[in-house]
């Protein structure tokens, strides 16, 4: 069992080695799929200078919007800055340097890292701010842009279930970056709803398989609604 077995007893635990400067790849669209209690002890770390890459940067009181509070972030790189007030004063001062990524190269930026591949071209964002400084090439009569894979120190994730391996089932969509970032990492932390012993998993169900998961933990979830729209009575 030695080494197979990826649970660890506390958040501390699981996210131990975490360092000022280090650059975090976090789970999650919106409020769906956020880990969110790995993120609260980075919080707790009091880790600083960190450079974050996530779809967007939560709320301003949920998610990643809890380490810009406390100016725990000095850079995101994002797809999009959403309804966090809090994101969008501190990139428009100019405390937060942010790199906005169109979200499907952001997505294959990952993919990219997980699977060793160091850069790749795309016709995204040509003729665009984003195309800036980068490598034009033609290919088959199409502008395309140079664009470098994303790696990070660490990965937080969010699953639904996993067992004690670190095989690894999301939910619906909250499947959204996780499995991407997954690979992506030195070290990757997943939290889950429920961990269940091996052989208790349909392999063909599993989306992040064991070998790319270092530490494992079970939590409980406060799963917000990001619209609630009531019909009138």
Known sequence: MAGLDKRVGSYREAMAGLTDG????????????????????????????LTVVSNNCGSADFGLGLLLETR????MVASYVGDNILFEQQMLSGELAVELTPQGTLAEKLRAGGAGIPAFYTATG???PIAEGKEVRDFNG???????????????????????????????????FNPLMAMAARITVVEVEE????????PAAVHTPGIYVNRLIQGSFEKRIE??????S
């Not at 619209?227 to 009138?232: K, N």
């Open 72 to 75: 725990q972030i000095s850079k």
């Open 227 to 232: 619209q609630r729209t009531l019909r009138a």
């Open 126 to 128: 040509y003729g665009t």
């Open 142 to 176: 199409r502008p395309c842009i140079l664009e470098h894979a994303l790696r990070g120190d660490f990965a937080v994730i969010k699953g639904w279930k996993a067992d004690w391996y670190g095989n690894v089932i999301y939910r619906h969509t909250a499947q959204n």
């Open 195 to 202: 961990i269940v012993p091996p052989g208790e998993l349909d």
């Open 22 to 49: 280090m650059t975090v790849l976090a789970g999650g669209f919106g409020l769906c799929g956020v880990p969110e209690n790995l993120i609260a002890e980075i919080r707790r770390t009091g880790a600083r200078d």
